[in-house]
């Protein structure tokens, strides 16, 4: 089946560029979507069909897909930017299911 | 704004079979281009699919699971359904169910309900 590797944790300075990267075999051929969840909420979409953001979310969140590995990238990072972030692709095989990363902790210190 | 809320046991026996509803709100279940579905987060772990329904009654399952899932739907209630048989211990975790925004491309998860915990114990 087909799956999607993050890095488990990423620390970033605050105002710093924080990226995390998903990989996947041939991940840009597909699209990639990223969601943020804080402790005890449900998650949020901030990224979808790879660079796209919902209404809502700042500027400073930006995505980008190319040969395996797609990057959800968050600029001048914020504290409470600091939450768990996990990729999602869609396995279009005949069994056509939603995959998701293994999910990264993000730390802003 | 669309809501989605889902409701039921939070304690369910081993063996026994887990169930739980999503009431969707601000908006009607049968619409093209969406699809309604499960996800599950155990404590202290990463999120895992199960699967997920479209208005038709179409299914779609995690291979791993799907011998013991059922999704449905009932557009009459604006709501759909998961039940997991068989459950054992490695089956609690926080149940949250999404709306499936579908293109030929895929899907995303543009809108989740709250979460809710389910304890497998006797």
């Known amino acids: 089946s087909y799956e999607l590797t993050q890095p488990p944790s990423v620390s970033v300075s605050p105002g710093h560029t924080a990226s995390i990267t998903c990989s996947g075999d041939?991940?840009?051929?597909?699209?990639a979507s990223w969601y943020q969840q804080q402790p005890g909420q449900s998650p949020v979409l901030v990224i979808y069909?790879?660079?796209k953001r919902p209404s809502g979310i700042p500027e400073r969140f930006s995505g980008s897909n190319s040969g395996n590995t797609a990057t959800l990238t968050i600029s001048g990072t914020q504290a409470m930017d600091e939450a768990d972030y996990y990729c999602q692709a869609w396995d279009n095989s005949t069994r056509k299911f939603v995959v998701f990363g293994g999910g990264t902790k993000l730390t802003v210190l | 704004q669309l809501q989605l809320q889902g409701s039921g046991p939070g304690l369910v026996k081993p063996s026994e079979t887990l169930s739980l509803t999503c009431t969707v709100s601000g908006g009607s279940i049968s619409k093209n281009s969406y699809s309604w579905g499960w996800i599950r987060q155990p404590p202290g772990k990463g999120l895992e699919w199960i699967g997920n329904v479209f208005y038709s009654g179409t299914t779609y399952y995690n291979p791993s699971l799907k011998s013991r899932v059922t999704i449905s739907v009932d557009t009459s209630k604006n709501e759909f359904s998961l039940k997991v048989s068989s459950v054992t211990a490695a089956d609690t975790a926080v149940y949250y169910c999404a709306r499936h925004s579908y293109d030929s491309s895929g899907y995303h998860l543009d809108f989740w309900g709250q979460g809710t915990l389910v304890t497998v114990s006797s």
């Open positions: 069909q790879d660079t």
């Open positions: 041939k991940l840009g051929n597909k699209y």
